[in-house]
């Protein structure tokens, strides 16, 4: 159960301890759900920001929930041909359809603005890879964990660099995209005095940072290990040694939003049914 909602890539997961996805837990709200009907189609208005319109364009009083997220981050957000798709975009939908509710617009900016935007209520619930953290915890809410990544250090392909633990990149250019607990593994390279301040670089996003790489402009950078597989694929950059950081990635709601509760519960459903996997499959496989 708890190890097929959370992808196992190349990290060892025990250091987690996942005790809000017990099987018991997940029986618990079983009967619950059978005991009060429909996931969320009555649910609480709380953090509200719409109502959808039914075929005949009047209100069918569907509560929208409009997601938002960081394009620039594949397989889990991306623009292709103009396009928002990826992983967190079908998994977000799926969810906020199967917990009841509507699928608002999609908000399109930088990661670092996601948590201000959620906050602000220009948008109801972030899907962008987000790792669970306790400093995001202070300020928003996040779903139960759906997926699991290490950091990888990506270089360039033809880089005479290659390292193979964080003391080989003493003295060289890293960056990461702001805001990112990537950055904040740049951020520890220098307490920690191997990489000087000045030569960490900061990217708006990921995409620009792997164009530095490819341009020489850049020595290394610190990034989510699926993208960086993602980003060794199709481009002149591999990966040259990977992190153990444990992280796990929720999707972020406004703390006072009590429609949170409906989307675990259909997180939890479209794993058991199988829509987690065919999703994983389509996007990783
Ligand atoms: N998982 C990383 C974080 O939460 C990166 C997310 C991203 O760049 N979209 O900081």
């Known amino acids: 159960m708890i190890a097929n909602i959370l992808r196992v890539e190349t990290l060892n997961?025990?250091?987690?301890?996942?005790?809000?996805?017990?099987p018991d837990a997940t029986i618990d709200r079983r009967s619950y759900l059978k005991a009060v009907g429909a996931v969320g189609a009555t649910g609480a208005v709380a953090g509200c920001t719409g109502s959808g319109d039914g075929e005949d364009g009047e209100d069918d009083g569907t509560e929208v929930i409009n997601p938002g997220t960081a394009p620039g981050f594949p397989p889990f957000e991306y623009t292709e041909d103009g396009e928002l798709v990826?992983?967190?975009?079908?998994?977000?939908?799926?969810?906020?359809?199967?917990?009841?509710?509507?699928?608002?617009?999609?908000?399109?900016?930088?990661?670092?603005s996601l948590i201000p935007s959620l906050t602000q209520g220009n948008l109801d619930l972030i899907a962008a890879a987000m790792t669970i953290n306790?400093?995001?915890?202070?300020?928003?809410?996040?779903?139960?964990?759906?997926?699991?990544?290490?950091?990888?250090?990506?270089?360039?392909?033809?880089?005479?660099?290659?390292?193979?633990?964080?003391?080989?990149l003493a003295d060289q250019r890293v960056g990461a995209q702001s805001g990112t607990t990537g950055q904040d593994e740049v951020d520890t390279?220098?307490?920690?005095?191997?990489v000087s301040a000045d030569d960490t670089?900061?990217?708006?996003?990921?995409?620009?940072?792997?164009q530095d790489l490819e341009n020489g402009n850049v020595d290394a950078l610190i990034i989510d290990i699926p993208v960086a597989q993602n980003f060794a694929d199709?481009?002149?950059?591999?990966?040259?040694?990977?992190?153990?950081?444990?992280?796990?990635y929720g999707m972020g709601m406004r703390q006072d939003d009590d429609r949170l509760a409906d989307i675990n519960d259909a997180l939890a459903e479209l794993q058991d049914d199988g829509t987690y996997d065919e999703l994983v499959a389509e996007w990783f496989e």
């Open 13 to 22: 997961t025990d250091s987690y301890e996942y005790s809000n996805m017990t």
């Open 201 to 210: 670089r900061q990217y708006d996003n990921y995409t620009l940072g792997v």
């Open 234 to 248: 199709g481009r002149a950059v591999s990966i040259a040694f990977t992190i153990e950081t444990g992280e796990v």
């Open 86 to 112: 990826g992983f967190d975009v079908d998994l977000a939908e799926a969810a906020i359809e199967r917990a009841g509710y509507e699928v608002g617009e999609w908000t399109e900016i930088e990661f670092d």
């Open 189 to 194: 390279l220098v307490d920690d005095g191997i």
């Open 134 to 168: 306790e400093e995001r915890q202070q300020q928003i809410a996040f779903t139960d964990p759906y997926y699991e990544s290490d950091q990888a250090v990506l270089v360039a392909e033809d880089s005479d660099l290659s390292p193979e633990s964080v003391d080989d």
